[in-house]
């Protein structure tokens, strides 16, 4: 048995941006964007019932407006930028598991959540101090998720996999040693809890963690031969990249692990 659906949509993106340089060094710049997903053309075959044709759903389009300022630029021996943002959402769709309660089957589906939100923050930066030592960092504050109102299924939810704080860290000395260059880069990677999907669930969630990571390393012959290594989540620290997935629709998750503890060697040479 075969069935077929289709539908046609049009629309109109417009986008505006502004950038102003202050002098040579900094510049502060703003945009304005509107952005779409399409109405979703959705035939649940699975729930027809002796050769009778299912309903056709046409889930509504997603629309978004973002609204984006900030400042980039150098002053002595800092780089950085600065930025804020703000995110509305119309018609948000949301891909979940359900069980269709004919056959027990699980089908993944598209539905629409209504108004949603996004609010953020982004900062980073570079300091050189003196010649031989680098300092950088990374922080992000996210706020966002589905109107409270009107009550519904996801109501009040965060977005899936998206903490609401996120930060790095780390520096990088170069020391001269003979005719040689050691290098090493330690770093750290916090982010706060995020949740793996919609409605939020405790139990299909991970903490916030940290990761560390290093690379080091000597450079010869003013940097054409390179002889390093490095070593990402050194500490060993056990968390998850996402969960849920199709077992959660049988009440028993797909639980994915992050990376454990990996390091290796690097060798590389300039021509």
Known sequence: MKFEADQSFAAILPRFNALLKLDDDVSLYGTISKGRRSPVVQLAALNAVNGVRPNLQIVPEENVWNYEGGIKGRVGPFTGAASVFYQTYDGFQVSVNEVNPANGAVVAVTRSAGSAKNVGVELEGNLALGQYLSVFGTFAYLDGGIADQPAGTFAGNRFRLQPSTTASGGATPRLPVGGAVFYATPSANYRSKVFFELPNSAAISQRGYTLVNLRAGIELADGRYRV????????????????????????????????????????????
């Open 228 to 271: 390093g290594g490095f070593a990402r989540n050194l500490t060993n620290k056990r968390y998850l990249i996402d969960a849920g997935n199709t077992g959660g629709g049988f009440g028993i998750p797909t639980y994915i692990a992050g990376e454990p503890r990996f390091y290796g060697v690097e060798l590389g040479a300039k021509f």
